[in-house]
């Protein structure tokens, strides 16, 4: 598989050192907006291409699936002119700005018969499925409730505060309990409550958002970029819970009884950085032909979309494509 990145930032910089340690991936192309700064993460990450547009690398017959690593805001246009280009796309979360961004990528990719899936790690990762065997064990009972949390201090990040780069606690670190708890209780909450707080910016800086579902289930999460916190998950259920040590990739599982004993304890190490996981899933639902991976399906992102549009509209957060688009 010859894999290409377009945008050359942080992120970029993690999966260019992922791909290669892992078999079966090409480090082949890497685009920036200057050439330099491409040339240079080519050379330091073995790639044998460096573009100095993104419009050049999707051009490149030979570029077998494109990772988006840029801000959030530029998702849309991006996984747009490589849709057009007829090239496989792992997109960075957020998928886009907003969900009518979100509907219309995902219908073009549809229409043009192009593979592209959201890269939104945790979907991918083998915790995934040990939660949910510890959960589909028993052990713990019924799961009645989920609470989840995310905070990293980096206020002073660029894209995280301007409404112009789809900034916002949200979009950047609230998707991962949104994710998590729709992983564990499923998307179909009947209904959600949140409150925020406001930058001067006008994006969220840290937000509570409790989802209940029908069948009497709850999911209480958080997320900030003004602290760090534990990102510790827990699953509770009607005979114990269950600890998951970072959401954000999870390093450990801790399961206990109703008096608080520790039951077992699962870890993981064994991983290169935990984002082969979804280049793996992309190679594998495109052998298999399909337009979308399993773990993470098209209308799922769309459903997490909606909820972050229905959360911002509501603490009035709002992005220069929601007043020209919606
Ligand atoms: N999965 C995860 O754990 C994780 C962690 C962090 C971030 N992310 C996601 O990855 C994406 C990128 O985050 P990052 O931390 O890598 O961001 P970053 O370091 O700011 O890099 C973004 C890159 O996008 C390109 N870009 C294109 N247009 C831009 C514009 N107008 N302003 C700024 N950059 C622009 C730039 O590349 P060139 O200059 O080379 O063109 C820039 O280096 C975001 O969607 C973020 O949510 C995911």
Redesign the pocket.
Known sequence: MKFAIL??????QTMASTISKMTGIESYAVA???LD??TEFATKNGFEKAYGSYEELVQDDEVELVYI???????YAHAKLCIEHGKPVLC???FTANAKQAKEILSLAKEKKVFITE?I?TRYMPSRERIQAVIDSGIIGDVTSVTANLGYAIGQVE?LVKPE?AGGALL?LGVYPINFACMVLGSNYSEVSSTAIITDTDVDSMNTITLSYADGKMASLHSTFMARTNRMGIISGTQGYMEIQNI?NCEEIRVYNSNDELLKKETFKDQITGYEYQVEACVEAMKNGLLECPQMPHAETIKVMELMDSLRKEWGVIYPWDETDN
């Open positions: 945008g050359a930032g942080n992120i970029a920036s907006r200057d700064k491409a690593a840029t801000p959030h805001s530029h998702h960075e979360k957020a890269a790690w894209r780069l950047d954000n």
